[in-house]
């Protein structure tokens, strides 16, 4: 069974940094479009970040434009969110997701239905 095991998430202060990772466990996933979510208390899963199989075309939500950044490892199967200038509303669960395509033409918008892997979640937490 494929999993995605995320890590690096934590407290942090509002304006610091965080990286998060995320392995699979299925060397067939580097041919994969990878990407990361994250859901709020009491609000629903919402898209962050996503990546083509090759580490191009990245997509990014507007609420994190410019702040995050999302790349790949293919040769360790990992992939990255490297969040910076860290806000209170990026308090969340996030969770690192596999789809079966390999990647969308550029521009293209990421919706939770485009992946079907996913792992536990990590929780990050930004104070003021």
């Known amino acids: 069974q494929v999993q995605l095991v995320e890590s690096g998430g934590g407290l942090v202060q509002t304006g610091g940094s965080l990286t998060l990772s995320c392995t699979a466990s299925?060397?067939?996933?580097?041919?994969?479009?990878m990407g990361w979510f994250r859901q709020a208390p009491d609000k629903e899963r919402e898209f962050v970040a996503a990546?083509?199989?090759?580490?191009?075309?990245?997509s990014y939500a507007d609420s994190v434009k410019g702040r995050f950044t999302i790349s790949r490892d293919i040769a360790k199967i990992t992939v990255y969110l490297q969040m910076n200038s860290l806000k209170s509303e990026d308090t969340a669960v996030y969770y690192c997701?596999?789809?079966?395509?390999?990647?969308?033409?550029?521009?293209?918008?990421?919706?939770?239905?485009?992946?079907?892997?996913w792992g536990q979640g990590t929780q990050v937490t930004v104070s003021s």
């Open positions: 997701a596999a789809s079966r395509t390999p990647q969308k033409k550029y521009g293209s918008s990421w919706y939770e239905s485009d992946f079907t892997f």
């Open positions: 299925d060397r067939s996933f580097s041919g994969h479009a």
């Open positions: 990546v083509s199989w090759s580490g191009g075309n990245p």
